[in-house]
């Protein structure tokens, strides 16, 4: 589990528990505390009205009064450790990291696949180029490194593949017109090595917005575009962005 960047982190508070040995000094402290109060109300019941019938009575009643606060004062300590613990444990992260002898073999390397919506409307709004920016300043930061995996998918009326594999001299875009059936074209060369290919990915990034600058598609297929995305990836999971400003259209809106 990868922790967020803009967790917030929490400062160790003592005073939502105690140490075993100082709490259970403070029980025995308040039980001779409260032996003590019963004690002396009847020693002064007896003194001073000289009955013992009543001096029994006001140490009952002291008793009792001494016991009902000690428990109001556990219950009230309670309930606040309670709220702190639960204000503080909204925002707790857990990061599990298991060490190589608890692993029977290595871990599968992190998938990122990035579903990017190139239609008339995504290139006119802004919108391609602010995902163009966003991805280029977050590739560095991805996790698991250099074993991180990566795949690039565009579309508009129809889905266009990337083939980023390292042989390449420049990226090699597939175009599939055809959105009913999705498939894809080379199931072994879509999803690369981003340490290994960061060259022609970094030059696909860099000509997105041109190559797509004067698109007049304006249908937009991304359900069949999220489909192929799934396919490339289902052998080994991983994470899907979809960067997307037009509704959906034809029938593969309804199956997503």
Known sequence: MHTCMHARKLKCDVSCGTLPF???????????SGWLAVWLAGWL????????????????????????????RDNVMYVSSARIRQRAGNTWQVEISAPAEYMVRPPQAPVFVFVIDVSHTAVASGMLQCAVDAIKASLQDLPGSPR????????????????LKQTLRA???I???????????????????LYESRE???????????????????????????KGAFQIMQHIGGKMLVFQTCLLYTSDAADE
Do not use: K
């Open 148 to 163: 991180t995996q990566v795949a690039f998918i565009t579309y508009d009326s129809t889905v266009h593949y990337y083939n």
């Open 171 to 173: 990226p090699q875009m």
């Open 45 to 72: 019941a007896g003194r001073v009205f000289g009955c013992m019938h009543l001096s029994l009575v006001v140490a009952w009643l002291v008793g009792w009064l001494v016991g009902w606060l000690v428990s109001e």
């Open 200 to 226: 022609l990915v970094d030059m696909l990034l860099d000509s997105l917005v041109d190559l797509f600058l004067h698109n007049n598609e304006v249908e937009c297929a991304m359900g069949a575009a999220v």
């Open 175 to 193: 175009a599939v017109p055809e959105i009913d059936d999705v498939y894809v074209p080379l199931p072994d060369d879509l999803l690369v090595n």
């Open 22 to 32: 100082v709490r259970a000094f403070v029980l025995v402290l308040g039980w001779l």
